[in-house]
Structures are given as C-alpha cells and as structure tokens.
C-alpha cells in the first residue's frame, strides 16, 4: 500500500525549469521501481521517466532524453523529476508511478501498482 502526492506543477515559459516531487508514504518505498507519465486533454498518459529502486539506473522516453532527469532520495521517500528547456509540446498532467516490477522501465502503464494524483504543467509559448 503506497500512497503518492505530486507537487512542484505550474507555469513556466518556453525555455524555462520546473522540478517536479513525488512523496511516497510507506516504508517499502526504496522496494518500487518509480516513474513519471504526463497526459495532456484527449491524449494518452505516455510515458516520461523511470528509475530503479536504488537509483542505480534511469530511463526516459527517446524525446525526452537529454532534457528531463529522474532521481529519487530514498531516505527521503520522494522522486524528482527535473524538467530543462521546457516546450509548450510538455504541458500535460505529471503523475507520478510505483510499480514492483521493471515493466514500467520501458514505458508500460497497464501494470503500474500506484498512481499520484498528478500535477499540472503549463508551458507558455
């Protein structure tokens, strides 16, 4: 049972950074691989990032790489999700995701065991 609560959402300009948390209740947190799907209105919730349970390893979706960055502090119960150079095309819902399996490091959503309540980013252009 885990319980996941987004913050760090908001405006920002083209161009601009905003650094997304994920609180996990729990003390199994450092157990689940973890995750950021983003959904925009009408569209899928697609996949963004992902990381193991020890922060050894980091995934991200192909047109994002380069620009996001995944990391988590265990002893903190939280993952991050740092957003750079951020485009109007970001906008959506962040959610954050816990999932017991590595199913999630290549983008998967039908499995995820957890979901946030997500966090909305607006880029202006």
């Known amino acids: 049972q885990v319980q996941l609560v987004e913050s760090g959402g908001g405006l920002v300009q083209a161009g601009g950074s905003l650094r997304l948390s994920c609180a996990a209740s729990?003390?199994?947190?450092?157990?689940?691989?973890m995750g950021w799907f983003r959904q925009a209105p009408g569209k899928e919730r697609d996949f963004v990032a992902a990381?193991?349970?020890?922060?050894?390893?980091?995934y991200y979706a192909d047109s994002l790489k380069g620009r996001f960055t995944i990391s988590r502090d265990n002893a903190k119960n939280t993952v991050y999700l740092q957003m750079n150079s951020l485009k109007p095309e970001d906008t959506a819902v962040y959610y954050c995701?816990?999932?017991?399996?590595?199913?999630?490091?290549?983008?998967?959503?039908?499995?995820?065991?957890?979901w946030g309540q997500g966090t909305q980013v607006t880029v202006s252009s």
């Open positions: 995701a816990a999932d017991h399996s590595t199913s999630i490091y290549s983008g998967t959503r039908g499995g995820i065991d957890y």
């Open positions: 729990g003390r199994t947190f450092s157990s689940y691989r």
């Open positions: 990381i193991s349970s020890t922060g050894g390893s980091t």
